[in-house]
């Protein structure tokens, strides 16, 4: 990967400008996040893997996104309220951004390039189902939909790229935390 995730820009859902580089040192998982989603309770599960390893140097980063059929309608003042009232979310929040197609944001084209194929733990792909739902899926190696997870190392290294429907508390998502978490 050319440049680090750490010098990309990025702003606060809060609408302050800032980069990744805060978390250097951390372990990071970046996903993309929208509130009108079956897979929207996976914003608990998500809360909840990021109160128990915390302490350890895990950090959460969600970034909104309304990349799919408009399930993040909101502006970021809303995304925080529904976030923080229906799910108790402490992780960062970030600016709404794009992450696919023509104008998606530089970090998700470096996560993208970094790791360009998504892990998929499921016995009938994420894939499958939203054809099974009537969606034409993105081809890869695009985000295929929200909750797509990105595990960064502490040195800035994307490592490893989970499918939509993996969950948060699934083993070979907590054991590839944990991992990160144990190296240096």
Excluded at 47 to 59: A, C, F, T
Excluded at 74 to 95: H, R, Y
Aim: net charge negative; aromatic share 10%.
């Amino acid at each position: 990967m050319s440049a680090s995730i750490y010098d990309i820009p990025v702003r606060k859902i809060t609408g302050e400008e800032t980069s990744l580089a805060e978390f250097k040192g951390h372990v990071l998982l970046v996903v993309n996040v929208a509130s009108k989603c079956g897979l929207t309770p996976q914003y608990e599960g998500l809360e909840k893997l990021y109160e128990q390893y915390k302490g350890q140097g895990l950090v959460i980063a969600g970034f909104p996104a309304n990349d799919f059929k408009a399930q993040e309608p909101g502006t970021n003042e809303e995304i925080q309220a529904f976030c923080t009232t229906n799910f108790g979310v402490k992780f960062p929040l970030f600016d709404k951004i794009t992450v696919v197609g023509q104008q998606k944001h530089p970090l998700y084209a470096a996560l993208i390039a970094a790791q360009p194929k998504a892990v998929s733990l499921s016995e009938v792909p994420f894939r499958e189902k939203l054809k099974g739902y009537g969606i034409e899926a993105n081809p890869e190696p695009e985000v295929l939909w929200n909750f797509e997870k990105f595990l960064v190392s502490r040195s800035g290294e994307v490592v490893e790229r989970f499918a939509p429907d993996t969950q948060p508390d699934a083993l070979a998502l907590v054991a590839a935390i944990e991992a990160e978490l144990a190296g240096s």
